[in-house]
């Protein structure tokens, strides 16, 4: 059994091989049972092919320790991953597969309202798929954007709205409970990727803007009962990534697309597969 750290992670997980992995974590043989919360901590299991897995994370504010476990057919466990940096990594690439899928091929500028710790690997799932040559950074903490917007080439936006009106692509990773922009900044053509507002009383997206866009989500289920986005809206999701990749549903062309994301079990394991197959060839992490 193999045990991968943060670091390790990083260099055997590329955003083209987690966008890839994420293809997988979206298609129809997987299972996702529902998450269950045991003191501290919740308990995420999944399945995707022949592989399965479960991530454990502490709910402790502040506190974003957790793994992922993932076994073969047999039952066997392949390897422990560290949960925080595979979280980060995975939804970067769950919005850069639905980038690739819902944003104009010609889309080049991009506008990232958050500086936490999901920022950074949510640009590099979209550059990944995108020929990005300006990136505007948001956040509420001034500083926390300048130390963003320099790791990635970036520069400050001084207000949100001005930032979603100069741009093609917008992504939210934020803890708002309130919109954090004005409806009238988004112009047609448009793609939204939103990955904060996970619980019910969380809002990123302005209402008007998510009746008026194409929704997709990870999973029906999942945003039903999670997605305050959505729920604020009166909004209910009927088409997943899944959709998409299997062909069941076409996105329109124009108009605004908005991929709403609160995360499922499914994108751990395959990533997590992912990343212990690559440090086995190269012979990285701790083996145990």
């Known amino acids: 059994m193999r045990v991968l750290g943060p670091d390790d992670v990083r260099r055997v997980l590329p955003p083209g091989a987690a966008i890839e992995a994420m293809e997988h974590a979206f298609s129809d043989d997987r299972e996702i049972p529902q998450r269950v919360l045991l003191g501290r901590s919740l308990f995420m299991p999944g399945r995707v092919?022949?592989?399965?897995?479960?991530?454990?994370?502490?709910t402790t504010p502040g506190d974003p320790v957790g793994v992922v476990v993932v076994f073969d057919e047999e039952g066997r466990p392949l390897g422990v991953v560290d949960g925080p940096t595979l979280t980060a990594i995975r939804t970067g690439a769950a919005s850069g597969l639905a980038t690739r899928l819902l944003a104009r091929p010609d889309a080049r500028v991009m506008a990232m309202l958050g500086a936490g710790a999901m920022a950074f690997d949510q640009i590099q799932g979209v550059r990944a798929v995108r020929p990005i040559e300006r990136i505007l950074v948001w956040s509420r903490r001034v500083e926390r954007a300048a130390i963003l917007a320099e790791r990635v080439g970036g520069e400050v936006a001084a207000d949100p709205s001005e930032a979603v009106a100069q741009a093609d692509i917008v992504c939210t990773a934020t803890p708002a409970t309130e919109p954090l922009f004005d409806p009238?900044?988004?112009?047609?053509?448009?793609?939204?990727?939103?990955?904060?507002?996970?619980?019910?009383?969380?809002?990123?997206?302005?209402?008007?803007?998510?009746?008026?866009?194409?929704?997709?989500?990870?999973?029906?289920?999942?945003?039903?009962?999670?997605?305050?986005?959505?729920?604020?809206?009166?909004?209910?999701?009927?088409?997943?990534?899944?959709?998409?990749?299997?062909?069941?549903?076409?996105?329109?062309?124009?108009?605004?697309?908005?991929?709403?994301?609160?995360?499922?079990?499914?994108?751990?394991?395959?990533a997590a597969d992912a990343a212990l197959a690559a440090a086995r060839r190269a012979g990285l992490g701790i083996e145990v």
């Open 184 to 270: 009238d900044a988004i112009h047609e053509g448009t793609h939204l990727n939103a990955v904060g507002a996970y619980t019910p009383q969380m809002v990123e997206v302005p209402a008007q803007t998510v009746r008026d866009a194409f929704v997709v989500v990870d999973d029906v289920s999942a945003a039903l009962a999670e997605a305050g986005d959505l729920l604020s809206a009166g909004v209910t999701p009927q088409v997943t990534l899944g959709d998409l990749l299997a062909g069941r549903v076409r996105a329109p062309d124009g108009g605004v697309t908005l991929f709403k994301s609160v995360g499922i079990a499914s994108q751990d394991v395959a």
């Open 49 to 58: 092919g022949s592989v399965t897995g479960v991530k454990v994370v502490s």
